[in-house]
């Protein structure tokens, strides 16, 4: 048999390994692996090559994808699927393993459809992706959150400011939630829970009284905040949600406040222990399924260990949102 293996959408940390699990275990089985460059885009242009072993030594701890990626949606391309089919057919791929996020899951039933078997291995940070507990590169994002904020707790405690720090979270809350949880935020702000800069200045008032001198707050992108003012067109503040956070809380209710955009820092570096370890996990268990005849599926990652999961069902539940207990018992520690 020969794989080809793809990585799709942003890179996530953790991307290496599932490619190098993807390579080591057909090696086992004496399967070819063809690796795909640059996503859907490159497979159409056919940029592909086998890899042997060798070319997956040394990766694991490496952040990004040696494959590299891309956006391209072929739903928005002319005979997008017709071209994947003929790149499939010309590399005489027999199954496709596709390491992305919901974006990428949505062309994997397409393809199937056509006759390619494909199987789905879920990676963003967002940690959205439904039908499993964890998506590759969460984790180390999680903790690339709580360390910037263990530092930004001592500077903001040592002027008694409100330190706004934006994360990403178009559509969910999973980041702001986990990294705020771990390092002891004052506040968070999320897409799934429409809160109030009233609501937040009452509570920074609150702190101040019971002697808490600073507050950090933590606000996803997409966070739904009901009374933020629109950001004058042109501004800086347009282009980000923690900007106007951080305007609107001085200008409105005179709070010293400084802020920053974590960004794209919470993309890159090294995997954690765990995202390495739940890519291999992922990677041998869709090569295994591979083995036994299995496709048009996704491995999913619940209660510990690694399922097939139906990729309608995926789809029909994405995005994956946090819960409003979650919310809940991060509010606790405010
Ligand atoms: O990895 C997912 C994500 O981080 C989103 O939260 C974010 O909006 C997006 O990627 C930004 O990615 P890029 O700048 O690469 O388009």
């Not at 904020?149 to 934006?166: C, F, G, P, Q």
Request: hydrophobic letters at 40%.
């Amino acid at each position: 048999m020969r794989i080809g293996v793809l990585t799709g959408g942003s890179d996530s940390p953790g991307m290496n390994a599932a490619i190098r699990a993807v390579v080591r275990t057909s090696d086992l089985y004496g399967y070819q692996v063809m690796g795909i460059h640059h996503g859907w885009q490159g497979m159409m242009q056919g940029r592909m090559e086998l890899m042997a072993n060798k070319a997956v030594s040394g990766i694991i701890q490496r952040g990004g994808t040696i494959l590299s990626t891309s956006r391209l949606d072929p739903f928005e391309e002319e005979e997008g699927f017709e071209k994947l089919m003929k790149a499939a057919e010309r590399a005489r791929i027999d199954a496709l393993i596709a390491v992305g996020g919901i974006e990428t899951m949505k062309v994997l039933p397409e393809l199937a459809k056509r006759g390619l078997k494909v199987i789905g291995i879920p990676k963003t940070i967002d940690n959205d992706v439904g039908e499993t507990d964890n998506c590759i590169g969460f984790d180390t994002a999680v903790q690339g959150i709580c360390d910037a904020l263990d530092k930004l707790h001592t500077t903001a405690a040592s002027h008694d400011r409100v330190m706004i720090v934006e994360v990403m979270g178009g559509d969910t809350g999973w980041l702001a939630l986990y990294g705020g949880m771990a390092g002891g935020a004052d506040w968070i702000m999320i897409p799934e829970i429409p809160t109030s800069l009233e609501e937040l200045n009452e509570h920074l008032v609150g702190r101040r009284r019971r002697g808490r001198n600073f507050s950090i707050v933590v606000v996803a992108e997409g966070a739904v905040i009901t009374d933020i003012p629109k950001a004058e067109e042109g501004s800086v503040e347009m282009l980000s949600i923690g900007l106007r956070l951080h305007a609107s809380l001085e200008r409105l209710y005179g709070w010293e406040t400084r802020s920053l955009v974590l960004g794209h820092l919470q993309r890159g570096g090294s995997p954690t222990v765990f995202d390495r370890n739940l890519a291999t996990l992922l990677s041998v268990k869709a090569v295994r399924l591979l083995r036994e005849g299995a496709g048009d599926i996704m491995v999913g990652f619940r209660n510990n260990d690694t399922v097939p999961v139906d990729l309608d069902k995926v789809l029909k539940v994405s995005p994956r949102h946090v819960s409003r207990d979650l919310y809940e018992i991060a509010k606790i520690f405010y």
